[in-house]
């Protein structure tokens, strides 16, 4: 090859390059990102004002109004709810789900809309013993706030540890997956 043919492969290499470098820069949004990765693997959080369910007297769950900043991601949402109602309730009347020690796990989401929640507890190999009753609000604070706060969850599984326990505490069947219960709402929380 001629030094003159070298050149122009030489030339031409470096002006493609330039052109990719200047695409490439052009894409970019100011926070460095990609312009079509808009929410990015994390999700953009946003302000949201939704209804958590915490257990209160009689067997209920009561809705605690809340203002969290969650993402648009409806994985990162499912696992700020949960983390929110872990946290525990901010009013009077309503009773924490579970000890301190529990965490969120992995959280996945089915083309079907099944929601997998995984809590975790290094401290407990199995869910706290519970009564019926207490077991359900339990459980029902978690499917109701998932499912009625995030769209794209139509109905949740929960995990223990990684594995998918027969019964939560003995007594309500969690082999397949839970839909909300109204029932277990109190009727003025329905009607906000």
Sequence with gaps: MSRRAAGWVI????????????WWWSTRRDDGRPAGFANGAQGRATKVELNLYFPADGGLLRAERRVLPLSEAPKQRIRGVVEALL??????????????SVTVGSVQLGD?????????????????????????????????SVVWNVP???????????VQPLTFAGHLDLSGPLVPNRRLVAAAELRR
């Design 152 to 162: 794209q969850a139509r109905q949740v599984v929960l995990l223990w540890n990684g």
């Design 112 to 144: 079907d809309g099944t929601a997998y929640i995984d809590l975790r507890s290094p401290e407990l190999e199995t869910p706290p013993p519970a009564g019926s009753t207490a077991e359900m609000q339990i459980v029902y604070s978690i499917v109701d």
């Design 87 to 100: 946290s525990g309730p901010q009013g009077g009347g309503l009773y924490p789900l579970l000890p301190e």
């Design 11 to 22: 030339a031409s290499a470096l002006i493609l390059l330039a052109g990719a470098a200047a």
